[in-house]
């Protein structure tokens, strides 16, 4: 519902969001969430280098910006140890997505059960962020 129980319009509905990352050297995170993660790039600003990009894959989306040396990547787990993940993307299949995965790159968790009641594992990036990608566990997953 919109403001004061009004119907909201299809055009405020929102779709998505795409997390923002801090990244020391925007080549290499490219060619990670591309070879590796299977992402596409849907805009690129290469002036003066490249220095900021909008990537997805599917329906997800992350901001990708290097700043410089005196603005550094900041993942959660670095901040705080408790604070694990820096986006959580929602997958029908972890199995077959943790699959694809290992096949281009380590785990940095195993696909598992864990103990917030989710399916799934963690992938690692070059500066440290961490992608859980899992959904909530069903009965079948025992």
């Excluded at 490219?30 to 997805?56: D, H, N, Q, T």
């Excluded at 670095?78 to 820096?86: C, I, L, P, Q, T």
């Amino acid at each position: 519902m919109g403001k004061r129980g009004e119907p909201m319009t299809a055009d405020a509905h929102l779709r998505s969001i795409a997390p923002f990352f801090i990244v020391s050297n925007l080549t290499r995170s490219l060619a990670f969430y591309k070879e590796v993660l299977g992402f596409s790039v849907r805009v690129a600003v290469p002036e003066p280098e490249p220095f900021f990009a909008l990537i997805y894959r599917d329906d997800v989306e992350l901001s990708l910006k290097e700043i410089g040396p005196e603005v550094p990547p900041q993942p959660n787990h670095r901040r705080h140890e408790w604070a694990k993940w820096d986006a959580s993307v929602f997958t029908g299949d972890p199995d077959a997505l943790a699959e694809e995965f290992s096949q281009k790159t380590g785990l940095r968790t195993e696909l598992a059960n864990t103990d917030d009641g989710l399916r799934g594992f963690e992938v690692e990036d070059p500066d440290g962020y961490v992608l859980f990608f899992g959904r909530p566990l069903t009965a079948a997953d025992g």
